[in-house]
């Protein structure tokens, strides 16, 4: 089955700061999305984006689909930002079921 | 957005009972529904998929005898964690999207502890 590797796989930031979080994936997807999951366990649309950039905020997320990587930017991050973000895709024939990457640990600190 | 609930938030149980965990979609119909399990620190693991009106399928390597699927109607599905033991605890998450897209949302997960 398709793999979707995430990295770093842990960050610290110091409120304020920037960051860039990596998803990759090993074969052709129709769809992508990003989440946000909080520390309850929620998991938070951010994006859906098979291709493409988009932007939301202080947040946005690019996908070259035909290098299979996404790219999630956080600007001036706070620390409700802090959470683990998880990329998950949709392969190509496989009837709407995602495959979630490995997730990155984000923590904001003051 | 689309809204999906689950119910219950959170359930302790004894070594041997069955648990019944409940998703629904409030504001949209879903012919299929999906169910993920978390361990700890990890990521989300697809279990099955619920389909409305017929069988559930599993992935592979889920017992379909220990994890019940009933999705009964278009706006609700059953997961039944049945005979649970402790190594059942773990948090699990359904999802579903609304008809013609591929967006998924997912509810805020059931946590699971078995004693």
């Known amino acids: 089955g398709i793999q979707v590797e995430q990295s770093p796989p842990d960050l610290i930031l110091q409120e304020g700061a920037n960051s860039t979080l990596r998803c990759n994936f090993s074969?052709?997807?129709?769809?992508l999305q990003w989440f946000h999951q909080n520390p309850w366990g929620q998991l938070i649309n951010l994006f859906y984006i098979p291709s493409g950039t988009k932007q939301n905020g202080r947040l946005s997320a690019t996908t070259v689909a035909t290098e299979r990587y996404s790219l999630l930017y956080i600007s001036s991050s706070q620390t409700t930002d802090s959470g683990v973000y998880f990329c998950a895709v949709l392969n190509t024939g496989t009837a709407s079921k995602l495959t979630f990457g490995t997730g990155t640990r984000l923590q904001v600190t003051l | 957005g689309a809204v999906v609930s689950q119910h219950p938030s959170r359930v302790i149980c004894k070594s041997g009972t069955s648990v019944k965990i409940e998703c629904r979609s409030l504001d949209f119909q879903a012919t299929t529904m999906f169910w993920y399990r978390q361990f700890p620190k990890k990521s989300l693991m697809l279990m099955a998929t619920s389909n409305e009106g017929s069988k559930a399928t599993y992935e592979q390597g889920v017992e379909k005898d220990k994890f019940l699927i009933n999705h009964a109607s278009l706006t609700l599905s059953t997961l039944t964690v049945t005979s649970a033991h402790p190594e059942d605890s773990s948090f699990y998450i359904c999802?579903?999207?609304?008809?013609?897209?591929?967006?998924?949302?997912f509810g805020p997960g059931t946590r699971l502890t078995v004693l």
């Open positions: 999802s579903a999207g609304p008809p013609s897209t591929d967006t998924q949302y």
């Open positions: 074969d052709s997807v129709n769809n």
